[in-house]
């Protein structure tokens, strides 16, 4: 079966700093596209960064461009997004997501159960 | 990129169909093949029920079907069940490795 968990979030302070990880399993973890979306309160679904296979590229929403970046270990399954310099609007359930191929997230499928990020004084 | 455009809620009865748009532009879903939709229980884990605008993946039922014409994508629900009632969710490629989502759509059955 194939399962993502992630894990790492927490409350932080504006300008702060946190790093999510998505551990994965049931499937060929390195041959996959792998991404982070998020939905804050109340609002939909929003795609936040992604990583080819092999990190050949990395990708961002222009909402946490310069301050999010994301990368991969594939000796472990897991996937990871570096959040700094945090504001009040990047507070949200972040969800690990398994892109449609190695180099390709058209779709994505599936998902985790999220972890929730609040940044807050 | 701006979020497309869903209802921000529906309902319907049980066996009724109900059916969500998901309204863009010329540059995401109106240039692209590549709609999916995506069913959200609170607290749980996105479930993807239609990809490539009309595919359904293995498992999701054949109540569930997609389309589009133009600049605006749907999801249709035929024979409603309560187990139907969460949130959904549309999303679009918006080229140059960019992906969009709508604001999303709560179901109700009544």
């Known amino acids: 079966e194939v399962q993502l968990l992630e894990s790492g979030g927490g409350l932080v302070q504006p300008g702060g700093s946190l790093r999510l990880s998505c551990a994965a399993s049931g499937f060929t973890f390195s041959t996959y596209v792998m991404t982070w979306g998020r939905q804050a309160p109340g609002k939909g679904l929003e795609w936040v960064s992604a990583i080819l296979a092999g990190g050949g590229g990395t990708y961002y929403a222009d909402s946490v461009k310069g301050r999010f970046t994301i990368s991969r270990d594939d000796s472990k399954n897991t996937v990871y997004l570096q959040m700094n310099s945090l504001r009040a609007e990047d507070t949200a359930v972040y969800y690990c997501?398994?892109?449609?191929?190695?180099?390709?997230?058209?779709?994505?499928?599936?998902w985790g159960q999220g972890t929730l990020v609040t940044v807050s004084s | 990129q701006s979020a497309l455009t869903q209802p921000r809620s529906v309902s319907g009865s049980p066996g009724q169909s109900v059916t969500i748009s998901c309204t863009g532009t010329?540059?995401?879903?109106?240039?692209?093949?590549?709609i999916s939709w995506y069913q959200h229980h609170p607290g749980k884990a996105p479930k993807m029920m239609i990809y490539?605008?009309?595919k359904r993946p293995s498992g999701v039922p054949d109540r569930f079907s997609g389309s589009k014409s133009g600049n605006t994508a749907s999801l249709t629900i035929s024979g409603l069940q309560a187990e139907d009632e969460a949130d959904y969710h549309c999303?679009?490629?918006?080229?140059?490795?960019?992906?969009?989502f709508g604001g999303g759509t709560k179901l109700t059955v009544l």
């Open positions: 999303c679009s490629y918006a080229g140059r490795y960019y992906m969009v």
């Open positions: 490539d605008v009309s």
């Open positions: 010329s540059s995401d879903v109106g240039g692209s093949n590549y």
């Open positions: 997501a398994r892109g449609s191929s190695e180099n390709t997230y058209v779709w994505f499928d599936p």
